[in-house]
T-cell receptor
Framework: AQTVTQSQPEMSVQEAETVTLSCTYDTSENNYYLFWYKQPPSRQMILVIRQEAYKQQNATENRFSVNFQKAAKSFSLKISDSQLGDTAMYFC????????????FGKGTMLLVSP | GAVVSQHPSRVICKSGTSVKIECRSLDFQATTMFWYRQFPKKSLMLMAT?????????EQGVEKDKFLINHASLTLSTLTVTSAHPEDSSFYIC?????????????FGPGTRLLVL
């Protein structure tokens, strides 16, 4: 079974600064997908970024980028120029490439962006 | 705009009653929907995978007779919590995979907060 570990329960950053959230995972599969989801106080889950394991290039979405280290099974999220609206719970998630694969979530990291 | 809707957004019921939660995909057909449960300040736990026209696939430890799932159409899945008890109080979230989206990507509904008194 796959596991996803987020070792930082809480993180704080000041507005405009950069912060990195950590995520490691364990799997025996070679092809899979990794995700970062954001859950703000409204509790609506929002997809932040997606990475395909067979792609070596790190995914980026505007201020959000990942550092994907397949051999180390690490998938960290970097948020640049942090904004107050980035305050949320961030979940790292794993999905295998099989037809019946489902999402496995980490425990989450609460990010607080302060003025 | 929103891709997935849930109704109701919050519900309070008495212990022993049943509650139905609806999940709709708004602009596409979804053969597969997912139901999650989230306790306060905790992560999402997959309860079951809802398959249109067939029985749902439940995760280990989830009582299928208590959490009834019906996926009667390509745009609607329902979760019914039968004979609800206070320990069933939680936040329930559904998600859908869009056919044209990148593989593995799921879009989540806004969630339903259930409080059983």
């Amino acid at each position: 079974a796959q596991t996803v570990t987020q070792s930082q329960p809480e993180m704080s950053v000041q507005e405009a600064e950069t912060v990195t959230l950590s995520c490691t995972y364990d799997t025996s599969e070679n092809n899979y997908y990794l995700f970062w989801y954001k859950q703000p106080p409204s509790r609506q889950m929002i997809l932040v970024i997606r990475q395909e394991a067979y792609k070596q290039q790190n995914a980026t979405e505007n201020r959000f980028s990942v550092n994907f280290q397949k051999a180390a099974k690490s998938f960290s999220l970097k948020i640049s120029d942090s904004q107050l609206g980035d305050t949320a719970m961030y979940f790292c998630a794993f999905m295998g490439s099989g037809g019946y694969s489902t999402l496995t979530f980490g425990k989450g990291t609460m990010l607080l962006v302060s003025p | 705009g929103a891709v997935v809707s849930q109704h109701p957004s919050r519900v309070i019921c008495k212990s022993g009653t049943s509650v139905k939660i609806e999940c709709r995909s708004l602009d596409f057909q979804a053969t597969t929907m997912f139901w999650y449960r989230q306790f306060p300040k905790k992560s999402l736990m997959l309860m079951a995978t809802s398959n249109e026209g067939s029985k749902a696939t439940y995760e280990q430890g989830v009582e299928k007779d208590k959490f009834l799932i019906n996926h009667a159409s390509l745009t609607l899945s329902t979760l019914t919590v039968t004979s609800a008890h206070p320990e069933d109080s939680s936040f329930y979230i559904c998600s859908v995979s869009r056919p044209e989206a990148a593989q593995g990507t799921q879009y989540f509904g806004p969630g339903t907060r259930l409080l059983v008194l």
